[in-house]
């Protein structure tokens, strides 16, 4: 089964230590578990099974023409520079640095299936299966698995490498993913399987 690893919005503005979510709720989980290293690991150990590894990040242009202001997540990104491309706070967190051959797929909305050329690089490479991981539990890694399953795509989640707002954001994210999903984590994961 061909198979694809999406690394969900590990990017600066929301799991760098300075960045602004990386200050907040969302950062203190995300250091707390861990997940910035337990990811590196799971990238390495994909590149090593020779599984594609496509980097998921949430950007608007410097005028924030896609950003829908009515949104909860993301209306107020324009008022506050957030998730802005060609900026810092758009970028992969450096220590999951991608490597030429990568995916980078940009999404506008919490789906990376929306809008962008996810599906397109899914389908050109027959890819049946999708590992994924990133933050927030409770939208990117909630949507894609939803998304995804609805496209008959088989998902696997590593579930040490996603973090909320909270840990009881995370676990509710998780239990309710269980009918839609199968959990692994970045040490018992076998990209190769």
């Known amino acids: 089964m061909r198979s694809i690893y999406l690394v969900l919005d590990m990017e600066n503005d929301l799991v760098a230590e300075d960045g602004p979510s990386g200050k907040g709720p969302l950062g203190q989980q995300v250091r707390e578990r861990g997940i910035i290293a337990r ?3 799971a990238i390495a150990k994909a590149r090593a099974a020779g599984v594609p590894i496509g980097f998921v990040r949430v950007g608007f242009s410097p005028d924030y023409r ?3 202001t009515t949104s909860a997540i993301f209306g107020g990104a324009k008022q506050h520079g957030l998730f802005k491309l060609g900026t810092r706070g758009t970028e992969v967190h450096a220590d ?3 490597q030429p051959g990568d995916f980078d ?3 506008h909305r919490v789906s990376p299936f929306y809008g962008t050329s996810l599906e397109p690089v899914l389908r050109a490479h027959g890819i ?6 990133g933050v927030s539990t409770v939208a990117v890694v909630q949507g894609t ?3 995804a399953h609805d496209r008959d795509y088989v998902c ?3 579930e040490d490498c996603c973090a909320a707002a909270s840990a009881v954001d995370h676990a509710a994210a998780i239990a309710v993913l269980q009918r839609f999903t199968t959990f692994t984590t970045s040490e018992a994961v076998d990209f190769a399987a």
């Open 105 to 107: 797929i940009v999404k």
């Open 66 to 68: 896609e950003c829908p």
């Open 39 to 41: 990811t590196a690991t």
């Open 96 to 98: 999951l640095a991608p």
């Open 145 to 147: 698995v939803r998304d």
């Open 128 to 133: 049946e299966r999708i590992f994924l991981s």
């Open 156 to 158: 696997v989640v590593l």
